[in-house]
């Protein structure tokens, strides 16, 4: 799925996105990786160069998998809703969903299949929790749009968004053991991790969690 | 092979010519369909009584020969070979013109210089089948035990037996690994039988428009054909060559059902709807009244001057048989475990006799096996002719894959 909703922030020396960054680090080199919803292989192509992974990727879009064939990488045309079901158990060492669970039907069983088919699952999203976000409904009781999230209510492909917090919870009840959690600041930052919850969830734009079967 | 039916110069030439009788009239054969069976006008690898090609049905065959045909050079290292495996009723003749039709070769869209199977990089091989009728050893060769064409007496062939024949061509042109296998619709299955029974000998593969195993349906469809085949008087229990009579109109009626599983029902309708074939009313009458049933006329006949129909019932039976997962305990993951090929899958929204479904049970069983896969669903409204024709996505879809495989393999 490419990039539903938000606006990458690169990094101005390497020109790769800084939340792909984020989540190049947190794969163990030499691994095997499948992301979900690879887009055009930038992802995968970066952890392949960087971490010599072998790296497979699901994507909806036509032109995206012609993109990642182009790149070498071999990635399937597919559906994360439908097609996780098909894969083995401990097929991968890293599951990664990044900038996707927001636009899933059923973002609680896509999690649950990515603890499943990989011994670790690396989850990206923007969260909803953020200031600007609060101020939009809070206080000009619209549906947020802002920079990071370009659309309008009816016509986005994120339909199941989420904070910080709310992911929190969720890991909880699937029973993932959350091993790493990074929230971005507006600028693509990492924020420290000594702040409470509740800060990452009201500045943090977007969040990488490294998680792990219970 | 299919044509489009538009789109190719058989069928501008159909509307020339008067196919309005009541019945199918078969003009005398502009060349007799047998001249190339021992002698093809294309490159033959001939294997002595020492060499038999040992096949599923038990039989040893020898004497036997394979012709194919080449395209670009063999680099020294050998590693730049390509091979094309062709469909139900294709051939050698990939990117030449035809020798019995006289047509371009059949798939130039996909072979040849600059095009993803890019003849100025590759070294591109295409065989005629084992049971076909243009010059590899099939049913119309001479049994060298009677004299006679072998007819029946030829062993039932299996899509293993296309690709052991294949792989002795392979051993004796000295290549050790070939860099691609590339194949749609029946080609598809050979190139999905190579990397099971050669995985080490397969570097990628590419199957386009097919299935791991023939469906209940396609098999009902051969049936038809074979059936109809077998039915028209001029078969003689096979021995038509010997009796010099030929099943045509059995034939050409195959042909004609056959070819309406390769269209779609929308691509039917665009080129010809309900319209009149050079009249402006209903004849009330059995006549080719509608350009549809002009068009699958013209089919069946075109396809009869250049087809031996035994041959016809060889390789459809060939791919009814077909059946991956059967040879490995009814798992398809198992046939391709530890599988070191790459793999790009092809597909057409609009194929209905080799669904994406097909495409995707393929896919499934590689991803299970750990194997590199890739997949692309083409959208098109051609049906399963489509893997034949003017179709950019899979071009760069298969451009893309080949590419990027040929860096891996270190190919200039």
Request: charged residues 20%; contains cysteine; glycine residues 8%.
């Amino acid at each position: 799925m490419s990039l539903p909703g938000t606006l990458p922030l690169t990094d101005t020396a390497s020109g790769h996105r800084l939340d792909f960054l984020m989540v190049t680090d947190m794969v163990e080199p030499g691994s095997r990786v499948l992301d979900v919803g690879c887009g055009d292989g930038a992802l995968l192509s970066l952890l392949r160069d960087r971490k010599g992974v072998d790296g497979r990727g699901i994507e909806i879009s036509r032109e995206g998998v012609a993109a990642c064939l182009a790149k070498g990488l071999p990635v399937i045309q597919g559906d994360a809703d439908t097609d996780l079901a098909d894969y083995p158990d401990d097929a991968f060492d890293y599951v990664i969903l990044s900038q996707t669970i927001q636009a899933t039907r059923q973002p609680k069983v896509v999690l649950e299949h990515l603890l499943r088919i990989g011994r670790r699952a690396i989850v990206s999203f923007p969260n909803f929790g953020h200031w600007r976000v609060r101020i939009d409904l809070g206080v000009r009781g619209r549906m947020p749009m802002t920079e990071n999230l370009p659309y309008s209510w009816y016509d986005t492909p994120n339909i199941h968004f989420c904070t910080i917090r709310d992911f929190v919870e969720l890991c909880r009840d699937v029973g993932a053991q959350m091993e790493k959690a990074v929230a971005l600041n507006a600028g693509g930052q990492p924020m420290r991790v000594t702040l409470p919850w509740w800060v990452w969830n009201l500045l943090g734009e977007q969040a990488v969690f490294l998680l792990k079967r219970r | 092979m299919f044509v489009d039916a538009t789109a190719s110069p058989q069928y501008r030439l159909f509307e020339r010519t008067n196919v309005s009788a009541d019945n199918m009239s078969f003009a005398p054969l502009v060349s007799e369909p047998r001249s190339q069976v021992d002698d093809p006008s294309s490159l033959v690898m001939r294997f002595g009584q020492d060499e038999p090609l040992m096949m599923d049905a038990g039989i040893a065959l020898a004497p036997w020969q394979i012709a194919y045909q080449t395209y670009g050079t063999l680099n020294e290292t050998k590693s730049n070979a390509v091979l094309i495996c062709h469909a139900l009723t294709g051939d050698q003749h990939v990117a030449n013109d035809n020798p019995v039709t006289g047509k371009p070769g059949w798939w130039l869209t996909m072979v040849g210089p600059g095009r993803p199977v890019d003849t100025n990089r590759f070294f591109v091989i295409c065989a005629n089948v084992i049971g076909g009728c243009m010059g590899t050893t099939g049913p119309a060769s001479i049994n060298p035990a009677t004299g006679q064409p072998y007819a029946l007496d030829f062993p039932v062939v299996t899509v293993p037996d296309m690709v052991r024949a294949q792989a002795a061509l392979i051993d004796r042109l000295g290549i050790e690994k070939l860099f691609c296998v590339v194949g749609g619709s029946m080609g598809g299955m050979q190139v999905l039988q190579w990397a099971v029974s050669y995985p080490d000998r397969v570097f990628s593969a590419l199957p386009i428009a097919t299935a791991a195993r023939h469906s209940a349906q396609n098999i009902a469809f051969h049936e038809v054909g074979r059936q109809a085949v077998m039915a028209d008087p001029e078969w003689r229990g096979g021995r038509y060559l010997n009796e010099g009579t030929r099943p045509s109109k059995g034939l050409a009626v195959a042909r004609m059902g056959a070819h309406i599983t390769y269209l779609s029902e929308v691509a039917l309708h665009r080129k010809f709807g309900r319209n009149f074939q050079d009249r402006a009313a209903p004849t009330f009458s059995f006549d080719a009244d509608f350009q549809i049933e002009s068009y699958l006329r013209y089919q069946g006949i075109a396809f009869v001057e250049r087809f031996d129909a035994n041959s016809y019932l060889y390789v459809t039976r060939a791919m009814d048989y077909f059946d991956i997962a059967a040879e490995h305990g009814g798992s398809l993951a198992k046939a391709f475990k530890g599988t070191p090929t790459r793999f790009c899958v092809i597909s057409f929204t609009s194929d209905w006799l080799f669904p994406t479904s097909d495409s995707r049970a393929i896919v499934h069983a590689l991803n299970a096996a750990a194997a590199s896969v890739a997949f692309v669903e083409v959208e098109s409204d051609k049906g399963h002719d489509a893997f034949l024709l003017e179709e950019p996505e899979m071009f760069a879809a298969a451009r893309g894959f080949i590419d990027a495989a040929a860096r891996v393999r270190g190919i200039a």
